[in-house]
């Protein structure tokens, strides 16, 4: 397999989540009580995080990161030691913490409908505000209340912007539609693909939605990506690479890639991102949709009595 095989199913899939939007359902746990009297008499605090600059990480053996620095002074007012516990993302976090895995999480978590109840928010130093960015002069009538967005479709990256958008759909009573877009690459032991296409909405609009989405997914398969849309996802994974470069973990991760398949994606990343062309896209949709080889599952929760 090629750097270039392997970037364009990647590209396949960030370009059909132009629609895109993630949400994710996460089964709380319950877990026994342990609190700060039994902290200090283990002598140990331990904070659970993600690694980044902005976080927590290592430079020459020392920790650092700005929840480093306020979870070690928090540590020291309690006259305990710190340790600190990495999390792969925020489900894993969150999930850590009520295994009982940790005594708190030092990373800003958005406060959302589904955690509400099973965690404790605390500390304001960062608070923000979602806003709805529109063009003033377009032929649409700005939107000035979040109730016109009822019936509306609504893109928005993946993580707390959807599970954000969710929650207010569920406020609303619903009539907001969100759509994920996620896939994964598979080369052993055979090479695969996998697209998933997962969204939520009311069992009586199911049917409408799924032939909105196979006629889109069609559509790219006959006729390719328009001019735009491929220069919005060549602009995107240009931008994403940049940000991976500073981070040890892609590097250990294409390390890895390099050693195993004998694929480089970090040479030449740019050169072979900017020649997909809109064809080679067409062909990878057409060649993946013909296949026939799918799977609908339909999950509906029990009315409320």
């Given at each position: 397999?090629?750097?270039?095989?392997?970037?364009?199913?990647?590209?396949?899939?960030?370009?059909?989540?132009?629609?895109?939007?993630?949400?994710?359902?996460?089964?709380?746990?319950?877990?026994?009580?342990?609190?700060?009297?039994?902290i200090k008499d283990s002598g140990e605090l331990v904070v659970l995080t993600l690694y980044s600059s902005t976080t927590?990480?290592?430079?020459?053996?020392?920790?650092?990161?700005?929840?480093?620095?306020?979870?070690?002074?928090?540590?020291?007012?309690?006259?305990?030691?710190l340790r600190v516990e990495v999390a792969r993302n925020v489900s894993e976090l969150i999930q850590k913490l009520l295994s009982g895995e940790g005594d708190l999480i030092a990373y800003n978590l958005p406060i959302t409908k589904e955690w509400k109840d099973s965690l404790i928010y605390c500390g304001e130093e960062v608070i923000t505000h979602?806003?709805?960015?529109?063009?003033?002069?377009?032929?649409?009538?700005?939107?000035?209340?979040?109730?016109?967005?009822?019936?509306?479709?609504?893109y928005v990256k993946p993580g707390k912007y959807y599970d954000r958008?969710?929650?207010?759909?569920?406020?609303?009573?619903?009539g907001i539609y969100g759509v994920y877009v996620g896939g994964s690459l598979s080369k052993y032991p055979k090479e695969t693909a996998l697209l998933q296409i997962i969204f939520d909405t009311a069992p009586d609009k199911k049917d409408k939605?799924?032939?909105i989405i196979f006629a889109e997914a069609e559509n790219l398969a006959k006729a390719g990506p328009s001019d735009a849309n491929l220069k919005k996802v060549k602009e995107y994974m240009l931008k994403k690479h940049t940000e991976d470069l500073k981070e040890n973990r892609f590097w250990?991760?294409?390390?890895d890639e390099y050693i195993f398949t004998g694929v480089d994606m970090i040479k030449d990343y740019e050169n072979l991102v900017n020649?997909?062309?809109?064809?080679?896209?067409q062909k990878f949709a057409d060649d993946l949709m013909k296949q026939k080889n799918e799977v609908e599952v339909t999950m509906v929760s029990p009315e409320k009595k």
């Open positions: 397999m090629t750097a270039r095989r392997s970037i364009l199913p990647v590209f396949f899939i960030i370009l059909f989540s132009v629609l895109a939007c993630k949400h994710r359902h996460h089964p709380a746990e319950e877990t026994g009580a342990y609190d700060l009297t039994q927590y990480f290592i430079y020459r053996g020392q920790e650092m990161g700005f929840q480093y620095e306020l979870s070690e002074q928090f540590a020291k007012s309690l006259g305990v030691k979602q806003v709805i960015v529109q063009r003033n002069n377009g032929k649409t009538k700005p939107i000035t209340d979040v109730t016109e967005l009822i019936g509306k479709e609504v958008l969710v929650n207010l759909n569920n406020e609303l009573g619903g939605l799924m032939k250990l991760g294409s390390i020649s997909i062309t809109a064809k080679e896209v």
